[in-house]
């Protein structure tokens, strides 16, 4: 199971950390993504992390203005974000996969290989 959460309201330019908290599986064997989904728009992938790894990947589009992090004893992957636009307003979602070391960025940053989803949490920004 994975609960998303930290959504909410925010202006433009400000900062917001979402959360995924992961429980019901081996959080070591697994690789937690992040992705969004905007009105009318398709999921777009964000960033993910194998936590007792270390190993993180960025989506080109987000890199520099996100940053990824797991807690390995709260289960737990965070998702924090910078200079917010209103374009970032989307629904949140974290999402779950086992992890295979030999596929790499181009296979965790499709939300296709993701089979085990989160509820999302939604994002608004003002401008």
């Known amino acids: 199971q994975l609960q998303a959460s930290g959504g909410g309201l925010v202006q433009y330019g400000g900062s917001l950390r979402l959360s995924c908290a992961a429980s019901g599986f081996t959080f070591d064997d697994y690789i937690i993504g992040w992705f969004r989904q905007a009105p009318g728009k398709e999921r777009e992938a964000l960033s993910c992390?194998?936590?007792?790894?270390?190993?993180?990947y960025y989506a080109d589009s987000v890199k520099g203005r996100i940053t990824i992090f797991g807690s390995n004893a709260k289960n737990t992957v965070y998702l924090e974000m910078n200079s917010l636009k209103p374009e970032d307003t989307a629904v949140y979602y974290c999402a779950a996969a086992f992890y295979r070391a030999y596929y790499g960025s181009g296979y965790y940053l499709q939300s296709s290989n993701y089979p085990y989803w989160g509820q999302g949490t939604l994002v608004t920004v003002s401008s």
């Open positions: 992390i194998q936590s007792s790894l270390s190993r993180t």
